[in-house]
């Protein structure tokens, strides 16, 4: 109508010709270009890049009340992430694993040697140098080139300050051996089965024998490569480390788009590419690791600096979760980058990683806490807790862990990581640590001062968390310590006890006459979770009583009988039913984990000892951080230095 008014314009054309509409449209089209094309050099706290380019955590966008999620955390988050049914992969033909040539076993000694040589010949430039080309140049890491202890990161002399040879003496008794070989048996079927149907996807589907890639990994692939590196290294599956190390170095893309999640990238990616270094001192895990960690780095521009939930790895732009709280953070989640962070920069020289993670450390440290208590939502544009739900398992849980496994990886310097610890520890114990009336400890959840008396799977790993923290409690306290650990693990083994299948559900209750079972359908699949062996682990190795690795033999026969099946391993839909239903899903952390603590359960103490080793929650080994290493500390009497 507008147009028919205008003197000698048709409202069919504005009385152009057709090259001059052709011309118009063009020039039209060049311009919304150029404008959306600079929208991604604005800074990204400007609204109108958020709204165009990006999820938001703006609380209109994601605030959803905690009731809408399930509150399992770290596996509520993966169970809604991941597609059960396979999801078509990108990049199909370039995951498929070139032909691996079949080396004949090697020794630990030669191994490391050959890592050894490989950085020898790079002298001339540094260390981090090296890492920096291969990663690009991403803005925030400014390259020292020296190690935190001064100078490039010298693996040689890394490997001198071991205490013990990380892969053991290898004895025992012939029953533990045998179960040791059951326990690398398993792993070697659920690899092979893997590399058989999903290889370069994330997690095998073992029923319907393909892959899947999942969301949660901002488009990495092959979770459960990187997940078992350390594990195949640990048990000498040599072949089948080659062949995922040649993965790592000629597949494995870090440039990916997608929903990344920090903390799963951080446990699994991170976690499983540092421990692969440290335990071979082949470069390319460093180079790859690196390169992840400039990675991650934009997720912690927040006013607050605490990094929100999810990442895009290929733009560098972040969010919170749609389902978390007012667009909230997780404690659970950022609480856990300490220990990998630490190392990054270690690695690098480059004190980036660490003052990110010390700020977080600082504002938890400031910041009040009902009843010296830590709830898992916090606003990481206010800095202020959303709401006031506290949990030793999901959401929670590995904050605590990292916690004493700071300290401890500190080689026992890092005194506000033990100070914030223990206090968090009588919190606990004060507030959530409660007894049945048949005498079973479990801990509690606490909302807002009521008490919801449900103890996760995921809480059970705390049986372990509090035996490796005894030691260094008050002397007064150190058998209380040791005690509630046992007691802990004594409760989450009876929850496995008390099931048909002698695995345990994902969440228990004490309550209506219940003790250590589930009450809600919901509660009572198995996914192939470590917790409760993973403290059976400590506990073994703290006490030496031979209940722990009876237990876990338990779990290995529960594990052969109701979860594997003719592809692979997979969790089950309901524990107390005697022909249980499967879920078709081999968890990478199956691999990292759940095996790799069994296969430590039936070693000697001196495979990957406590003495030089941290777990990170992901079962990944992280050195501890020498103080004051040189090489005459390997020749001290007693301790043997074995490096190459
Ligand atoms: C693993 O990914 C890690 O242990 C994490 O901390 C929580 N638990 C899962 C396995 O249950």
Known sequence: MLFRKLPGVSASGMGLRLSQKFVFLLFLSGLVTLCFGALFFLPDSIRLKRIFLSKT???AVTAVSENGHNEHHKKGVREREQPRGMTPARGDAVTRLRAVSRRPSVTY????AGGKAQEERSQGRTEHGRARDAAGSAKESASSG????????????FKKCLL???????QGDAQTRERRDKVKEMMKFAWDNYRRYAW???????????????SMFGGLRGASIVDSLDTLYIMGLNEEYEEAKE????????S???????????????GGLLSAYY??????????????GDKLLPAFNTPTGIPRGVINLGSGTSWSWGWASAGSSILAEFGTLHLEFVHLSELTGNPVFTEKVMNIRKLLNKIEKPHGLYPNFLSPATGNWVQHHVSVGGLGDSFYEYLIKSYLMSDKQDEEAKKMYYSALEAIESNLVQKSPGGLTYLAEWRGGILDHKMGHLACFSGGMVAIGADDGQPEKRQHYLDLAAEITHTCHESYKRSATKLGPEAFRFDGGTEATATRLSDRYYILRPEVVESYMYMWRMTHDPKYRQWGWEAVEALEQHCRVESGFSGIRDVYATTPSHDNMQQSFFLAETLKYLYLLFSDDDLLSLDDWVFNTEAHPLPIIRQNCSPERGGAPGIEATGP
Do not use: C
């Not at 589907?205 to 393909?210: H, S, V």
């Not at 993965?247 to 870090?254: A, F, G, R, Y």
């Open 57 to 59: 955590d703006s609380p």
């Open 109 to 112: 000694e030669a191994r490391t």
């Open 146 to 157: 020296r190690g935190q202890h001064g100078g490039a990161f010298d693996y040689g002399k």
């Open 164 to 170: 013990k040879p990380p892969l053991g003496t290898d």
């Open 200 to 214: 370069g996807k994330n997690e095998l589907q073992p029923l319907t024998r393909n892959g899947h890639t999942g």
């Open 247 to 254: 993965w790592v170095e000629t597949v494995l893309d870090m």
């Open 256 to 270: 990916t788009n997608g929903e990344a999640s920090l903390f799963e990238v951080n446990i699994r990616y991170v």
């Open 279 to 292: 335990l071979t001192g082949e470069e390319v895990f460093k180079r790859k690791v690196l390169e992840l």
